[in-house]
């Protein structure tokens, strides 16, 4: 959403670029932070993160789908699933799924300098809105629970619903221009009726 810097450019375009994802859900209970680092990560305030907080880390760097802007106007939707998830959590994403249905969802890229300092602030790179949180749990070969919980994100397009196809009647048509007569017919057609056009 903000455009790199030249600090930024030169450390993208180096041989070994140092970054991290993040991910900022903006639920109407409380904000969920995760990051793709080890450990708790504080962020402070910027545009999208107006509270600025605490990123909880994955300690992965992995489970960001590709990113795609819209493009010919076809929107996406993407999965981030996280597996491994213990009782607790998989607990509390059943009992808040309700706070985080149409929640604003961003994901971010930090970037780092040789130092393991952060460079800028967070480029903000895609948004949409959260679905209900998936939670389940398989046994896995050793007979250990496998938890796993996953949220589906849409671009904002995915969920605009279009208006149902309608015809206009002669009345209809004269309010809007008194003096035509274009659809004063349409009421010889019934809805089985295949109207072709040339």
Request: aromatic letters at 10%.
């Amino acid at each position: 959403m903000t455009a790199f810097t030249p600090e930024a450019m030169d450390i993208l375009q180096s041989s070994a670029v140092r970054f991290d994802m993040l991910m900022l859900v903006k639920s109407t209970g409380s904000w969920i932070r995760l990051w793709t680092g080890a450990g708790n990560f504080l962020q402070p305030a910027d545009a999208v993160d107006t509270e600025g907080g605490t990123y909880l880390g994955l300690g992965i760097l992995g489970g960001i789908p590709a990113l795609n802007q819209l493009i010919n106007g076809v929107a996406e939707r993407i999965d981030f699933t996280m597996s491994g998830v213990d009782e607790l959590t998989i607990n509390l994403a059943d009992a808040e799924a309700s706070t985080v249905r149409r929640a604003d969802t961003y994901i971010g890229m930090q970037l780092f300098d040789d130092e393991y300092q952060r460079v800028d602030g967070v480029y903000w790179l895609w948004n949409g809105k959260a679905d209900t949180p998936k939670t389940s749990c398989e046994m896995g070969q050793d007979g250990i629970e496998i938890r796993t919980m996953a949220l589906s994100v849409g671009s904002p397009f995915v969920i605009r619903r279009r208006p149902g196809l309608s015809y206009f009647n002669g009345i209809e048509q004269r309010a809007i221009s008194a003096t035509d007569a274009f659809c004063d017919r349409a009421v010889l057609y019934t809805q089985e009726t295949a109207i072709r056009w040339p």
